[in-house]
C-alpha cells in the first residue's frame, strides 16, 4: 500500500511562487505515476500535472512544472505566477503502471490528505 503525504502549501500572494513536495513510501515509487490535482471549493477535483513513473512523459497546465526524484520517492510540482483562482487543496495521487487517463482522478487509488494553497493579497 503506498502512503503519500504533501507539503509545502500556504498562504501566498498574487504573481508569487510555490513548490509543493509529495514523499511516497509503501511500494516500488518508480512503477507509480504520479499527479497533482486541485480542488477549490464547489468545484470537482481537477489535474494540475502529471508524470510517468521513469518521469519522460508529463502532462501540466499552464505555469504548473511537476518533477520527480525516484531515488528520493518524492514528486514536486511548481507553480508560478499564482492567481487567486489557484487557490484550493492540492492533493497528491499514486497510480501503478499505467499513463492512459492521467488526468481522471477516479483512476488513482491512492491519495495524500492534501495541502491548503491559498493565494491572496
Known amino acids: 500500500q503506498v502512503q503519500l503525504v504533501e507539503s509545502g502549501g500556504g498562504l501566498v500572494q498574487p504573481g508569487g511562487s510555490l513548490r509543493l513536495s509529495c514523499a511516497a513510501s509503501g511500494g516500488a515509487f518508480s512503477d507509480y505515476t504520479m499527479a497533482w490535482f486541485r480542488q477549490a471549493p464547489g468545484k470537482e477535483r481537477e489535474a494540475v500535472a502529471a508524470i510517468s513513473g521513469d518521469g519522460e512523459t508529463t502532462f501540466q497546465k499552464y505555469h504548473f512544472t511537476i518533477s520527480r526524484d525516484n531515488a528520493k520517492n518524492t514528486v514536486y510540482v511548481r507553480i508560478d505566477n499564482l492567481k487567486p483562482e489557484d487557490t484550493g487543496v492540492y492533493y497528491c495521487?499514486?497510480?501503478?503502471?499505467?499513463?492512459?487517463?492521467?488526468?481522471?482522478?477516479?483512476?488513482?487509488?491512492?491519495w495524500g490528505q492534501g495541502t491548503q494553497v491559498t493565494v491572496s493579497s
Open positions: 495521487a499514486a497510480r501503478a503502471l499505467q499513463w492512459s487517463g492521467y488526468s481522471d482522478w477516479r483512476n488513482y487509488p491512492h
